[in-house]
């Protein structure tokens, strides 16, 4: 299987949404897409926001066999907002 590795901003929406457009732009036509978000919880919002937009793209979420619950919910003692605007 072909699979691509990419990087992609992972503190805002828009940015994530917009990264993700410009790659599936080249390879939509000849290519299934299908998008497994395993990154934060923005890059999978963008995710999905792009999925919806296109429904010919495929959206999965993969289980976590294993969970690290020792660091994995300290939080960083804030609220992080953002207002999605999709260019």
Same mark, same amino acid.
């Given at each position: 299987q072909? !699979?691509?590795s990419f990087e992609f901003p992972v503190d805002s +929406?828009?940015?994530? !949404?917009?990264?993700l457009r410009e790659l599936? *732009? *080249?390879l939509q036509k000849k290519n299934?897409? +299908?998008?497994?978000?395993?990154?934060?919880?923005?890059?999978?919002?963008?995710?999905l926001l792009v999925a919806e937009?296109?429904?010919? +793209?495929?959206?999965?979420y993969s289980?976590? *066999?294993?969970?690290?619950?020792?660091?994995y919910s300290r939080g960083i *003692?804030?609220?992080y907002c953002e207002d999605i605007v999709l260019p």
């Open positions: 072909d !699979v691509i +929406i828009t940015d994530c !949404v917009s990264r599936i *732009g *080249g299934n897409i +299908i998008l497994a978000p395993m990154s934060t919880k923005l890059s999978t919002i963008a995710a937009a296109n429904h010919d +793209i495929q959206l999965v289980v976590p *066999g294993e969970y690290n619950t020792h660091d *003692g804030a609220i």
